[in-house]
């Protein structure tokens, strides 16, 4: 019942000036909506980067054949012609925390299947590429290890491929000529959609790396080799001896350049989705400032009702009134305001998001956790910037508010 009669009461304080009261809850309403809207972009661009983190592939430390200046002549990546499959195999053997392989060669060619034609790359890998890049197939299967040593010629192709040649069909079994040679269709990969660059990451075939090699470039060295390390914590160490074993089998002196790169992709996608999280950090910290001047308005109009209400406080704790129930009178209005302004501020929010995403077409990720926290704050800036008012109206005393006119 006491909890009853204080809730009641603060709802006819703030009736008793509406206009005033509606005004002050402004500052929580657009703090609430401002948040839920800047956080719900930014965690979408960190769910963005995160994705690719994912997609990027199981450990990767990815071995490319580089470049080296020979007589002044500064050759670029894939410029040298070192790279082998004997190096992928010494490294796989010698190399520890090393669990996987794929060589890879590629290059550009057009695919024919009928009246239809389409541009696009191809790789020559080995079957262990699609674990080690965490491609999954979509319709049909990959090729085997048999596919490999008996250099087939089959394929599997990337959503992009599949939609241009086929359209709504279903490709697998079907015969495309790559080159004027013709192949198998054994799967489609499942679509990953365009990169962060903006690249297709569906417009690619992949076959054999022996029918590459022999059916499609007619080349012995290898562009890439993809590895998979056991463990993410192997990955440093792996690539130190990754280097160390190729420079010895490439026969380079000491300080003599090397002429193959080594990178691994997940430590700068993982610096990116720091970035990506700081700068969500950074705009949830902006938005919630219009929560603390939302709070500082509360506090204000608090005090401005504390002393028009003089008299009336001194009328009450003449007939009885304790300390404790001024303050739970008047905080319970500061709650009371922040309440009802976060919940129309997240009805704010989720209604913004919505509308930004349909008319500017910005992605956005809202979660329940970014709501409850929202409306957490809200309540908190209610009772932080609600209590200092409360506590001198408590303090006032009875005689010198039943004088106060």
Known sequence: MFFDTIMREAFKALLRNKIRSVLTMLGIIAGVGSFICVVGVGEAGSKRVADQLHNVGDNLVWLEAGGRARNGVRVGSRGSKTLTLGDCRAVLDQVPGIKSASPNVDGHIQVISGNSNWGTQFRGVSPDYFEIRKWRIALGSPFIEDDVEQASTVCVIGETIASNLFGTANPVGEVIRVQGVPFKVLGVLQAKGFSATGQDQDDFLVMPITTAQKRITGQEWLDDVYFSATR???????????????????????????????????????????????????????????????????????????????????????????????????????????????????????????LLRSTLHWEMRLSFNIIIIAALFSAGVGIFFGYYPAHKASQLNPIEGLRFE
């Open 232 to 354: 993410r914590e192997d990955i440093p160490e792996a690539a130190k001896r990754i280097i160390a074993l190729v420079r010895e089998r490439h026969h380079l002196r000491p300080g003599e350049e090397d002429d193959f790169n080594i990178r691994t992709p997940e430590e700068i996608i993982r610096a990116q989705l720091a970035a990506a999280n700081v700068f969500t950090l950074l705009l949830g910290s902006a938005a919630s400032l219009s929560l603390l001047v939302g709070g500082i308005g509360i506090m204000n109009i608090m005090m401005v009702s504390v002393t028009e209400r003089t008299r009336e406080i001194g009328v009450r704790m003449a007939v009885g009134a304790t300390d404790r129930d001024i303050r739970m009178q008047f905080l319970s209005e500061a709650i009371v305001m922040s309440l009802i302004g976060g919940a129309m501020g997240v009805a704010a929010g989720i209604a913004g998001s919505f």
